[in-house]
């Protein structure tokens, strides 16, 4: 390298010609040239992810859920998105979080939601009657710093359309703001970009016990849980659900 | 001795109306009392008192003088929170404190000095009474109102040394004035007799004796004074030596705080009342900071013209000082029934207002070194407060199951988390064990409230099994518009299971459930109501 300074004649452009190619041989990256220079680089601490108790769900995205982002989970009926949501509740509540349930087709009932889990002390459950009052519900609940807010879009027709996509771009920056989990389930997309990640759910066929003579009853469901959006995502990967109706 | 503060708020009514509207303060401007040409100027702004505006001049002559002379009549709601506000302010220094009128208000400053500390070096002006002055008039200031201060040993010095305040410490803020302790008298001697406000036989009297200043009064012997002038001569001898004849009253201080106005003119549309309400919500706001207290019942009152009255109360799910929040909730309270709805005399409008705020302890935040951080009370408080707003209080809550067997039945309590958990604690990974084994990824139902009206098509089984459904559809009827559709041949179906619940009183309820299976439109929870027959889904697996 000190012949390329040792050279005057040589006009600029040429000198970093000449410099490149030393440099990119002994540097790869900004991290050595610190090293190289005495320098400490210490790394902005990320948010760890929402642990999850979602089958499935971790092979897809190791860690967890990603904090401070939205999550778009979109689903037909019986594909199990109300499991999942109800899952996600459990794992954070159990674990001394407190979570926001924005559940615009007035879904739970605690009394069968019973077996998931969730410790209802520490949600929040708020019932709006359409899709405007949900998105404000969502808003105020992440200003308010809660650490998980699951909106459930509920069962179509959504009342009052799919929201103005400024509006998810919003809801998308306050939860990067306040660092929370912003979890959008709906029976189709409608967060659009403002989704960093999205999931999607596809029914399989139900599990029925007794055959014949016997009397049938519903044992549980499959599904097919695949990741189609999230950062660094080459291809779509899926993985196999499979939910049990609780005893 | 004693040591007494006196907070004192000059031109009063003036003051309390530039508090509720302080873009006036830069204008012309007189408070009134009296209506029409009989209006009377009470107080007037600098820039009116040098236009020539002066008190006792009939609103009509200030207006020959000054034509663009903006007018405000006295109201009486300001002035009562303004008077509040200025007992506040007080209270954040002192617990004992008395209201002696309007503007004026005395604080016993015994021990105060020694919390604040005057800069180096030390000078005539800068003694930590004086700190303990500028103190009281930044907080006045903060709270919209300019005050004097004057610190003596009795109550009469320390309110002639407010009033006779003078020195600029910075803006229209007099510099307080200090009174040492034990030369009140002398700091007195030279007023006119005039300022102890004597009877008007005694001052007859003392001005027949030749007596001119206070401190002509107060070198007559107090033997004498008493044989010759009786009780209210003795006690009026004490107050212009410099004594307090009686001790200070402390104040109750009232639970609620109240502000308001008195509208010039009534209003017809609700934005131009919202803009007012924003203003009087904000200074509730400030007050209750000033106790460290949120607002826990918010209740508006309002006088309606031609005539009536309206009022409105808001529970708040927890103490909160959030305007926008408070304001959110009276703004949707009055859109969705405006002042006056019920009333049989057509349009009314809005002649004055009252809020009325209900303080009461925030919640106590604690934070946690290795746990989940927790919610910070004051947050919460917001957030529920305008969740209720927007959505109802029977909307918002925390979830609770209740004793029964119908899907539909719901509890809700105030949403109150625990304080959050020392340690965090490790949740169960995805991937371990299967989800029917480890109780998790269990499959649910969402419950369809109110359930959705069914037509059924059902198919005989043999004899000792039920007729089974085979095909359903939902109801195109007006309940079910809007709702989502239920339609499809049943490929499974399981049932019946029976549910009997409240046999006892005058609306049981019995059902036959189901669980079918469309073809292509999933799973679903149905059931046929005993008594009617009719078919209904209240709930779809997923």
Known sequence: ?247 | MSRLACLLVPLFPLAARLRAEPELAGEALAVTAGNGAAALIVAATRSARRLGVTTGMTLTQARALVPKLAARNRDGACERAAQEALAEIAERFSPRIETAGPGLVFLDADGLAGRFHPGSPPTQNSTPEHELGRALLAAARHAGLPARVGIAGSKLAAQVAAQTATGSDAGDDAAPRVVAAGDEARFLAPLPLARLAPELRLGETLTRWGIRSIGDFARLPAAEVVSRLGPAGAELHTVARGVDPRPLLPREPPLDLTEGSELEWPLVTLEPFLFLAHAALDRISRRLEIRGLGCAHLALELTLEPAGHDARAWELPAPTRDTKTLLTLVRLALEARPPGAASAEGAVAIAAFLFTATPDRTRPEQGTLFGPPALSPERLATTLARLFALLGPDRVGSPRPVDGHRPERLALVPFAPPAAPMILKRVPRAATPPPSASGKGLLAVRTLRPPIELEVLVEPRPADREPAPTHIQSLANESNDKRPTIAGAVRIAAGPWQLEEGWWSDRPVAREYWDVELDAAGLFRIYRDVATGRWSADGVYD
């Not at chain 1, 459990?90 to 674990?95: E, K, N, Q």
């Not at chain 1, 001394?96 to 949600?123: C, F, H, K, M, Y």
């Not at chain 1, 920056?173 to 189709?188: C, I, M």
């Open chain 1, 1 to 247: 390298m000190a012949e390329a300074f040792a050279t005057p004649a040589l006009p600029l452009p040429a000198v970093l010609q000449r410099l490149a190619g030393p440099l990119a041989a002994r540097l790869r990256s900004g991290r050595e040239l610190a090293a190289l220079q005495g320098v400490a680089i210490h790394d902005t601490p990320r948010p760890a992810p929402w642990s999850t108790a979602l089958p499935g769900l971790a092979r897809l995205l190791p860690g967890g859920l990603p904090r401070g982002e939205l999550v778009e989970l979109t689903a037909g009926r019986s594909s199990g998105r109300f499991a999942c949501a109800l899952m996600l509740l459990a794992a954070a509540t159990s674990a001394g979080e407190n979570a926001a349930l924005i559940d615009l087709g007035d879904a739970l009932d605690p009394q069968s939601a019973a077996p998931a889990g969730i410790d209802w002390t520490r949600l929040l459950w708020a019932r709006p009657r359409a899709v405007r009052e949900a998105l404000a519900a969502t808003e105020a609940a992440l200003t308010g710093g809660l650490p998980l807010v699951l909106l459930d879009l509920g069962l179509p027709p959504l009342p009052g359309g799919r929201g103005a996509e400024a509006m998810w771009l919003r809801l998308a920056r306050s939860a990067r703001q306040h660092d929370a989990l912003l979890v959008v389930t709906s029976p189709y997309r409608v967060a659009g970009p403002a989704a960093s990640t999205v999931l999607e759910l596809t029914r399989g066929h139900a599990r029925w016990s007794g055959a014949g003579a016997a009397p049938r009853l519903l044992a549980g469901a499959d599904g097919r849980l695949t990741l189609t959006k999230a950062h660094r995502l080459l291809a779509p990967q899926a993985q196999a659900l499979r939910l049990a109706l609780p005893a």
